[in-house]
């Protein structure tokens, strides 16, 4: 019994360490820029999933937070428009219960259920309550009727609204068929290859400027959590051989006030976390380059060139 007892303990001490050892493994693995996580902004297409590419035949994971504006709206409408039917419930139900109650109280002063309807007088102010009562019930209910119209009204001008602003006068037809398509060059697609190198090296770096300079405000917020964390864990992400193996384009398109492209990528590189204090690699192989396949979106105004192109996204394929 001792033996089976102890037995049974190290199977136990050896589960729990190696599953400590594949969570620290799989919590350290993707220390690259975007941490393995889906994250940024796509415009007026990040509710949908960019379109399968060879490079990335998958479905690509989808940005957190991204919500349908149909949904929104719904959801915006129900509450109010739900809590309409409680209202009148609670106030005919205030209203029985006020009959009731004074048929109870009469009930136990001793003139009975109805005391008081027997005179004439008494039949008289019975009726001119009823006529009192029935015109707060018509407009308690031209009331709740009239907010609950109020509501849906607005919802419906919001809902005719375009998402985005037209982009030309009477481009209605256009806005609704979605942005227009934008044709890249190749030097285009030089720089989405250049700027996959140079925002790993300036994360591996630790480099804030250099990424404030490659990625739109909210991929560099992320970055410096992601850099802040592994900071406070006393650990650094080294990042080296970065190279692009295949690529190609999922989609472009053209906003009234940006430019978007989105690029399915597979590539190398060695990715490796040390411990700062020692210099010990903590995760990854430093002789071993690894295989990645993303998806990133890349952001510029209108009309810049190529070498304006900033990171927007990150997904995983």
Aim: aromatic share 6%; proline share 6%; charged share 20%.
């Amino acid at each position: 019994m001792r033996r089976s007892t102890v037995s049974l303990a190290r199977r136990a001490a050896t589960a729990v360490a190696l599953v400590a050892a594949l969570s620290l493994t799989a919590g350290e693995a993707f220390a690259r820029a975007g941490g393995g996580k889906s994250s940024g902004s796509r415009g007026a297409f990040s509710n949908s999933a960019p379109p399968a590419t060879n490079t990335a035949p998958r479905q690509a994971q989808p940005l957190p937070g991204a919500q349908q504006p149909s949904q929104a709206l719904r959801q915006a409408g129900a509450a109010p428009q739900a809590a309409q039917p409680s209202r009148m419930r609670s106030l005919m139900g205030g209203l029985a219960m006020g009959f009731l109650g004074a048929g109870l109280f009469g009930l136990l002063s001793g003139g009975g259920l109805f005391s008081g309807l027997g005179s004439l007088m008494g039949m008289i102010g019975f009726l001119f309550q009823l006529a009192l009562i029935f015109l707060v019930v018509r407009l308690a209910i031209g009331f709740f009727r009239s907010r609950q119209a109020a509501p849906a009204a607005a919802g419906t001008a919001y809902a005719r609204q375009p998402s985005q602003p037209d982009w030309a006068p009477g481009a209605n037809a256009q806005a609704e068929a979605g942005p227009a398509p934008l044709s890249l060059s190749e030097h285009d697609f030089n720089s989405f290859e250049r700027l996959l190198g140079e925002i790993q090296d300036a994360y591996s770096r630790d480099d804030r400027h250099a990424l404030i300079q490659r990625a739109t405000p909210q991929m560099t917020g992320n970055f410096a959590r992601d850099l802040d964390e592994l900071s406070r864990k006393g650990q650094a992400n080294r990042l080296a051989e970065v190279k692009l193996l295949q690529g190609d384009l999922s989609e472009a398109w053209r906003e009234p006030t940006a430019e978007y492209a989105t690029v399915a990528m597979r590539y190398a590189l060695i990715d490796t976390t040390i411990d700062k204090a020692s210099g010990r690699i903590v995760a990854g192989d430093p002789h071993r380059a690894e295989e990645v396949t993303e998806i990133w979106t890349f952001v510029r105004r209108p009309g810049e060139s190529s070498e304006a192109w900033k990171l927007s996204a990150i997904q995983q394929a």
